[in-house]
Every structure is written in structure tokens, then in C-alpha cells.
């Protein structure tokens, strides 16, 4: 038979998440600021709590998955927060992404009162939340982690324990700084083909039979930075070139090239650190040394 | 039997394409400020001449591979330049990287003369150029691009025609533009989850698995802004939340993040453009209308 | 006779301020985490009091200088906080640097129990802090930034109201904004004189003599974009053409040139809105429609 | 009595000046492709040429003020260029602002013909060069820019001597970098300010009163980093902070905020050379060391 859940915030993500906790025989009890929210889990099976210290009580595993910190925060303990509600040796499992920092201080609090806590925020779309197929990237102490399986499983397809409480929301945060930039960048690239005269159609066909669309990770940082091998592919001065050529011909087209600019600059920077004649992954070499004070 | 090629520049690239053109049964002769280059290719079959000009004089296919814009200036129409030395009908074929602009001004003075004018340049690494198995982005009139096939196929597997002249060069450097930016935003990501704390392999690995390591072209592009639904998967509001905390955990961590510092504004662009709440692809439609001046 | 002032936070700035209070005749009561803080201010004259609640009792004004904003929340509502000793009627003064929309929801909760609320941060440097020198920007109603006079006449020599509540940490806020990143320019522009082997002194003594040195505000805005004058005094096209020769030739010398990088966008953005051909201060006319919508 | 003087670009800015040689009682020859600019310079005594090469013929001092690097390459060694006409001895001074490597290129060329070279790009507006009031930045020998003066004094009030030749073109390049990104800069503080609800003139009238409008170059560096005086005034961690917040404030605002953003990272940079606690004119003394390879 399964545990007791306490679920607080169910919108778009957290409500199908609920449900999937619900199908997979737990018993779930939720709340959210928003009541309306809360109704269709209530014929689902659900009970529903009048505020969070409510939710909490006699829980074995209390759930957030709240749009900001200040939620979590207020959620926790604020008026009626959970955590009065929360005995030693409760699990208290964060779904939201919300700093790092701020995590790390949450859990501190909790811990004071002998609360098991571990974070675990999740990637993917509102669609995978539906098919209980998100990547789940979690931090906390390996026994929490343990026991937060339960609770997790249902919910997405991949879990991955990434370190200590705080480093899922790290993980996630990394991965998101990356997409999100990402399609940025892919905005210019196409914009800048349609500028040019281009067919935007055949420059993403193009782009995607190079690491332009395949991206480095998967292809030419295995082969070169990661396994320690500089020696040129592709030049970080002929990157630098080629990067100046295409800033120019945006400048020609009026084309927004922001990131682009930016990139420029990087590899700039890896030149300044005598890295010109080596693989233009030797960027993540440069980069590194500036932010980790050695070489790899 | 073969034609009568000229090749000049046979550096890294140009001299294992002038190798396959031997090795296709095209007569070729060859070109190089730095006469070490040529050697290896007299031994191999290849005639070799005293400048450009003698080089280019009585063949059918004129092909340069060279550095720099200012290279090919030379090449063409500096002392003894193989201008002098094409005739009304001569295939000339750019294979460099050089400013469409440049390429345009290039190709406008020599078909003053009669001269066929193609630009080619290549992608993908030295190894393809070896293998014969490079990647190259034409421009020119249908008639003279499939002139030009001959000569390109012993030279690459992929050849893509790309419209009127200088298209090859604008979708060469839309292309790098893309390739070169996303490996300064890769370092970057990769960084920042070692300064974080976490494994960087293990962060890779997360990140192959979601569209921050696939990339949006092939992903989330055609599932959204490409077929005009915009309802959000992941809305734009949020992906600006995301990298507002990715910047400052990176903020408190000291790790480099100068591309998402950029990407974030155009996130903002996004949200000025009233559409914070569609999906994240809508970045690309919101950069498209500020350089086309349209919706998309 | 003085008024009974309460201080919590006498670091760096907090300090010399509050000695300030006593010179100008008020009773002092200061408060601060760091104990060894407060030592000098006793000998001063000043009443130490254990925690900020006993700071602020019978104040009839509490006045906040400390370094975040979850700092000033701690002070006015975590245990033994300001916000539980202050009375219907009191003058809380804050006058730390945080963010507005923080200042704002603290105001609100300070309201409901009657508490005056204005917001005063504070520009220049430490120097000016010991001298009663400082620049004040002030936001609440104007009851209240009467009433706070008294006490903020001691502190600086310039105070500025700058709207209701909040006013005064955007203020600072937008003038930081400027003067830390001029900072980072400047150090571009010097550092790129001296990489180009020009002497750093010479370039900063002609920039000196032109609007590099001096900045826009008093010079070219006045003369030209704010009283609605754009024909050219200097082409937004040929700023623009000048940015990339400029960065061109930072390229060449490794120079590094973020800023610069993201200004040459800038003016692809006022030339893709039609302002190519205008007085260069048309860059804030064109960013001034991105931002709000319409035209000046 | 007068030199004679060979004017090629009479445009916006050349006109006045070639005017301005006239009226020092110089015997000016002029030449311009538009040939409609030439028209009234005829009326005011100058001499026209039918193209470069005529203009130059037996003339003591040549002077070019074109738009570009290709202009100024067409006009000296296109056909019927200047370059043909000028004789061992010949004064050349190129008043264009170009890139400097162009600008060595030439001289190199010129030089070997006996020719004198002289690069003196100018500063400041259209209506200076009518006033015979422009900033001249000099490059050249000394001997060289010696005899140069003649010529140049009639058309600005500050000559200055910057280095050998291109040293003019860099000086000039720096200043604007200087001058265009801090445009940009200053329309996001301005825009930053009314979108946040402040009187933008109240902003512009508060920045005018600190360095974020009257800038560092005259202020904080002499005080701070120029005399290695790095002891806090405002520490390079709260001016980090401090961009932090305007950074969040912005993003709250949806104001448009693209170097600042850039900027913040230069913060970062520097605390990872571990200045954090330094005054934050030490961003000038981490980005020289980046560039230059040594502390200052």
C-alpha cells in the first residue's frame, strides 16, 4: 500500500504530477494557493488541504512545485507553513527551480528539525509531466535520495543524483542556462540565413548535417578537448576568422548577431591565452582556466 | 578523360582537394605562395607553375583555395593574377571563405571578361578534405553550378546549391556563425556545472538528453515556431526566470556566462514584443520581426 | 533638542552616518550582527541595543543601512526584527541598496501597521559618508520625506526625491547601472590604447578632450536627441562603420572588447528601425521605442 | 605663399576643409567622384582634376578624406590613381579614418616610391571641420608630420601626435570605440530610468552630478587605479552586487539592459582574479592583465 503524500502547488506541471503520484497508489493530499487548481484532483482521489501546515500533517513525504523561491519560501514557513507540520524524519522533496543558494538555506532550516530533504526539479514539457516521463535531476544525502525514489519514479523516466542537496537545482540550472541560450542563438543563425537571401529551410537542413545543428557535446568535444587532444580540427584562429566574417556580413544585413558578437569575444580570449594554433575546442580549455585557476 | 584544372592554394585543405581532382583524372595544375606546398603534389602527378596566372592559363576550371579575402584579390588580379589568364567561358571556382560581399565584387569584374563564376566553400574538417567527403555550399547560375559538379564531386559528398553567387559564402558563414557561437556557449555550460560543483561528464550526459545538447533545430523548432503553433510547451516567461537564476548562481559562483548574460536580454525582446507567454521558439519569431520588419 | 533616532548596520557607510546623527544633536541607538561594530559608536555617545526590536523601540525614527535585502527582511521581520517595536506613526528610513520591488513589498507590510516608509539610498563613496556628503535619492510620499529631512540633511549635501516608494533605490539603481559599466568600458578603451602601443595617458587626455571622455548627458543629448534635433551631427551609419573598424582592429590585437562588441548590435538595431542616416543620439530614440512602444 | 595642395573627398567633412586650406592660402587642387561636390570648391578658387592621378600631379602634399579603406585604395593605386603622380618626396597625408593595418599597408607601398606618409584621421562634428576646429590625430615620423603641420593647422585646433604611422587611425579608433559604445550605454540608462518610472531628466540631472555622467577617465582612475592606489572607495563585490540588482530590476522592467549585462561579467572576471575586494577601478587593472599578460 502506498505512502502518504502531501502535494503543494498544482498548476501545469505539478497537477499532473499529483495525479500521476494518485495512479501509482499513493495517497495524496494537495493544496494550492489557487482552489481552483485543486478540484479535478478531488475527483481524482485526492483530499484536499485547507493550506499548507495542513497538507503537511502526518505526512511521510511533503512535495513542492511552486514557480519561485519566495513560494517555497512562504510555503515552507511562512503563516500556516509546512514546516511546522513536518516531524523528524519527514521527507521533503523541492520540485521547483529556484536558486541553488536558496535550496541549500531551506534545507538548512529543516534539518534543524531532523527533516529529510532533497531537491528535485524537473525538465522536459508539460507533456512528459502528463506521460510521467520527466528528467528528474536530484540532490541530497544517497539515503534520502533512496527513499525519495518512490515518490520520483512515478513521475519521470530518468532520475539522475547529481550531489549533495543543491545540486539538482545546479544540474537543472546548468542544462536550462544552455537550452535557453541555445535558442537564442538558433534565432540569429536562421534569421541571419533569411537576411542573407538564404532558403531558411535549406540552412537548417545544412546546419543539421554539421555540429552547428548537432551541437559539440555528443561530437567534436569527445574527440578533442575531452579525451586532451588540441591538435587542430578546426582552428581556434580560423574560428576567430570566420566568426569576424560572419559579425561583418551581419553588419552588412543589419542582422542581429548578438551572441554571435559575444562568442567573438571568447575566442579572443582563448588567442590572449596562446591557445590560436590549437582545436577550436580549446575554447572550453581557455574558458576553464579563467574560471578554475588551472589548466586541463 | 579529364579536364584541365588550375588549383591555387594547396595548403591544409587545397592540397588533398587538388590530390582528389589527380585522383578523379582531371590534369591539374597547381599554385602556391609557399612552393613547399607543391612538391608533394608534383611527385603525385600535378604540373607546376611559376604564378597564378601561368597556372590558370588554358584551363577549363580555375579553382582557388586560399586564406583570406585579400588572398583571393591578389590571386585574381594582383601582378601575374590569374584574371590576365582566364578566358571568355573559364569555370572559376572559389572555394575560400571570404566575405560574400567580396565575392560578389569579385565575380562582377570577372564576368566582365566572360568568365563563369561559382563560390564553393567547403565545411567539416581536414580528414573530410582527405576523404574527399566534405561538405560544400555553392552559389552561382544552375548552368555553371552544374558545371561545376565535376570538379566538386571528387571533392566532397555533399554539394549543396544554395542560389546566386555569394550564396555559398553566406551559408558557409550562417553555418560557422552557429557552429563557432555554440562552442563558446558550450564551454561555458560545461564550466559553469564544474564550478558548480557537479561532474562535468555527468552534466554532459544530462544534457545529451534534453534539447540542450540535441539543439532546437531538429526538436523544438519544427514542433513549434516552424509549423506556427506557439502555444507554450515552456513559455518564454519562464525560460527568462530560468536564466535569470542560472545568471546569478553563476553570479555567485564566478563562473563566465556571457553568452546567457545576452541571450537573457533577448529573452526581454521577447517579452517587449508581447510574448511572454507563448512558447519558447518564439524567440525566433520575435528576432525575425525586428530584422524582416514582419510576423511570422 | 534631537529626535530619537534608531540605526541597525554601522559598517563602512552605517557607520560614519549614524556618527553624523549624534554630531547633528539626535539620541542614537544603533544596532549591528558584528558587535565589535557598535564599540566606537558607544564611546561616540551612541546607546547600543541588543537586537534590532530593541533598537527601534520608541524611535521616532529607524533607519536601516545594511548590504542585501534579505539582510533589511531579517532586521524589520525575522526574530527579535525592527518591525515588531515600531509604532503607528514612526519614520523607517532604509537606506540600503536593494531592490525595488523588495522595498516595495517591505513598505507594504510596514503600511498595514502605520509605520511611514521611505526609501533612501545613497550615492559616492565612504569618504563622503565620514564628510555628510553624500547623494541621497529619496522615494515615499512627500509627508514623509519632509519628516525624513531632518535626519537625512546630516548624511549628504544633495537629497533628491525621486517618487513614491521605491523611487529612490531605482534611481540608484539606473545611476549605477551607468557608472559600473562605464567602468568596464573605460578599461577597454585603455586597455585597447596600450595593446594598439599607444600611451594609456595620451589616449585617456584626448578622450578627455572629446565625448569618450566627458559622456553624452550634458554634451550630445542635450544638443541633439532631447530637444528632438536628429539631423546628423555624426551618422548612426558611420558610428556603426567606425564600431567595426574598431573591432576589427581589436581582433587583430587581441584586444578585448565585450562592450563594444554589444554597443556595434545596438546601432544594427537603430539602423534596422529606419535611423541609419540620423544624428548617432538617435541609438536612444530607437532603444527608447524597443522599450516603450512609441516614438519620441 | 601657399603649397600646392591635391584635395581627393570633398564630402561632408572634406569640403569645409579643402575651403579651409584655400582660405590659408593654399593653391588646392580637388577631386571627387561626385562630381557635383566639387562645383562650389571651383567657386571658392580651387582647381578641379578630371580624376586622382591629375589631382596628385606636382603636388607638394596630397591629401585624402574618403569613406572607406577601399575608397582610399581605389583613389591611390586604382586606375588613374594618385599614386602614379606623386614623387619621391611627395607628402601624403590620408585624413580617412580606416583600419590601421590598411593604413600600414599603404604607407609600405608609398614608401617604397620615395613617398612621405603621414595618417591624421579627425575627431569631433561637421560643423568643427567648418570651423577649422577639428581634433587631429597624428601618425608618422617626426620629420614627416613636422611638415605635415602646414597643412593640418588650418583645419583643427588640437594636433596631436600620436606614434608612428597607423598610431594616428588607432588613437582615433580607441576614441570612438570609446565614444559609440558609451552612447549606447548612456540611451539604456535613460531608457532604464523612465521605464522604471523615473523623470528621465531627473535621471540625466542625477547622473550629471556623479561619474555615471561625468565618467571615470577624469575621476575615479587618477584618484584609484592610475596612481596603484587600490585601497576601496566603492569595492568591486558591491559594485558586482549592485549590477546584480539593476540587472534583476531591468528584467522586472523589461528594459533593454545588453551591455550592462556584458559588463556584469567583466565583474565577474575580475573577482576571479581575485579582486573582489578591491577598488572597483581594479576592473581596469584584471582586464589589462587578461590583454596584456602582467599586473599593473
Known amino acids: 500500500m502506498g505512502a502518504s503524500v502531501s502535494f503543494i502547488g498544482v498548476g501545469t506541471m ?40 495542513a497538507a503537511a500533517s502526518e505526512a511521510d513525504c511533503v512535495i513542492t512545485m511552486l514557480p519561485r523561491g519566495e513560494h517555497v519560501e512562504s ?50 514539457s508539460s507533456q512528459h509531466a502528463i506521460d510521467g516521463k520527466l528528467l528528474i535531476m536530484v540532490g541530497g544525502e544517497a539515503g534520502d535520495v533512496d527513499r525519495a525514489r518512490a515518490f520520483l519514479e512515478p513521475l519521470g523516466d530518468t532520475i539522475v543524483h547529481c550531489g549533495p542537496t543543491g545540486a539538482g537545482q545546479k544540474m537543472k540550472l546548468v542544462n536550462n542556462y544552455m537550452s535557453i541560450a541555445l535558442n537564442a542563438l538558433t534565432a540569429e543563425a536562421l534569421v541571419m540565413a533569411e537576411s542573407a537571401g538564404l532558403d531558411p529551410e535549406q540552412a537548417r ?46 553588419g552588412e544585413l543589419d542582422a542581429p548577431a548578438w551572441l554571435g558578437a559575444v562568442a567573438h569575444q571568447t575566442y579572443g580570449l582563448a588567442r590572449r591565452h596562446g591557445r590560436g594554433a590549437e582545436d577550436w575546442t580549446a575554447v572550453y580549455a581557455a574558458l576553464r582556466e579563467t574560471a578554475m585557476g588551472d589548466e586541463r
Not at 587532444?229 to 559579425?247: C, E, Q, R, S
Request: net charge neutral.
Open 75 to 124: 510555503a515552507l514557513f511562512g503563516d500556516q507553513g509546512a514546516a511546522t507540520a513536518m516531524r523528524e524524519g519527514t521527507l521533503y522533496i523541492d520540485m521547483s527551480t529556484i536558486l541553488p543558494s536558496h535550496c541549500e538555506r531551506f534545507a538548512h532550516r529543516l534539518r534543524a528539525a531532523g527533516v529529510c530533504v532533497v531537491d528535485a526539479p524537473v525538465g522536459r
Open 205 to 250: 537542413s545544412v546546419m543539421l548535417g554539421t555540429v552547428a545543428g548537432q551541437g559539440h557535446m555528443g561530437t567534436t568535444y569527445p574527440a578533442k578537448v575531452l579525451k586532451g587532444d588540441l591538435t587542430p580540427g578546426f582552428m581556434v584562429d580560423l574560428a576567430h576568422k570566420d566568426m569576424g566574417l560572419a559579425l561583418a556580413m551581419a
Open 14 to 53: 505539478g497537477g499532473p504530477m499529483a495525479r500521476n503520484l494518485l495512479r501509482a497508489g499513493h495517497r495524496v493530499r494537495v493544496f494550492d494557493l489557487d482552489s481552483r487548481l485543486v478540484a479535478g484532483l478531488e475527483k481524482d482521489g485526492a483530499e484536499v488541504a485547507a493550506n499548507a501546515a
